[in-house]
């Protein structure tokens, strides 16, 4: 059976775990990471030289990487709906994937850091406000892609898991405390994305 090492409130970890939904896939996961520890450890350290979750492992195969491991995932499903093997298609698939990496995730992510880490009396608000003027041109950018292609996903006409790591950030944006501009392509995207059982189980959670 997959091991999933890792808390389950970690974005990365929710990639896998919303994968494994998709897949109809068993597993067994470990609270690693967090308030739980564990990351540090030698055992841990040995399979995973960075001390971060998830790390997975399945018939002694460990890995590591959240985007490469939901890659791995559907490659060995032959979950070919989820991950294209046309590489044009498969090229739209895998831009967000790392899109999210490069630029949404760490733009979005002082906002979370700023809302849901920090207590409302240390919050800082100048910083929450470049904060917010940051993350949104960047959410433009898929609103504007959306708007364009007029695709119900971000890489065609079909849920794939270059949608996965963009909906979990799309999450938490939605859920801000802040002042959005309308992104109207963008919000009917997340509307479709998030009806399914994954983010329901995984995502739809409270943030911590």
């Not at 998709?22 to 001390?51: H, K, S």
């Not at 993350?135 to 708007?147: G, K, M, N, S, V």
């Not at 999450?171 to 109207?184: D, G, H, L």
Request: contains cysteine; proline residues 9%; aromatic residues 12%.
């Amino acid at each position: 059976m997959l091991k999933i090492w890792g808390r389950a409130s970690s974005a990365n970890v929710m990639k896998v775990l919303w994968c494994c939904t998709e897949l109809n896939e068993r597993y067994e996961r470990l609270d690693v990471g967090g308030p739980y520890g564990g990351n540090d450890e030698p055992a841990y350290r040995a399979m995973n030289p960075n001390g971060r979750v998830p790390t997975v492992e399945e018939n002694g195969v460990v890995m590591w990487e959240s985007n490469s491991v939901v890659r791995y995932l559907c490659t060995t499903r032959r979950a070919e709906k989820l991950y294209p093997t046309d590489p044009g298609k498969r090229s739209f698939v895998e831009r967000w994937m790392d899109w999210q990496l490069a630029h949404c995730g760490p733009d979005t992510t002082p906002l979370f850091m700023g809302y849901v880490r920090t207590p409302p009396e240390k919050r800082d608000p100048a910083a929450l406000e470049r904060a917010r003027k940051v993350a949104i041109p960047t959410w433009q950018i898929a609103e504007d892609w959306l708007a364009h292609q007029k695709w119900p996903y971000l890489a065609g006409q079909d849920f794939t898991i270059g949608d996965i790591p963009v909906a979990i950030f799309a999450r938490r944006w939605f859920a801000f405390p802040i002042e959005r501009p309308s992104m109207p392509h963008l919000e009917a995207w997340y509307d479709r994305v998030k009806t399914r059982p994954g983010f329901v189980e995984h995502i739809a959670v409270p943030m911590v």
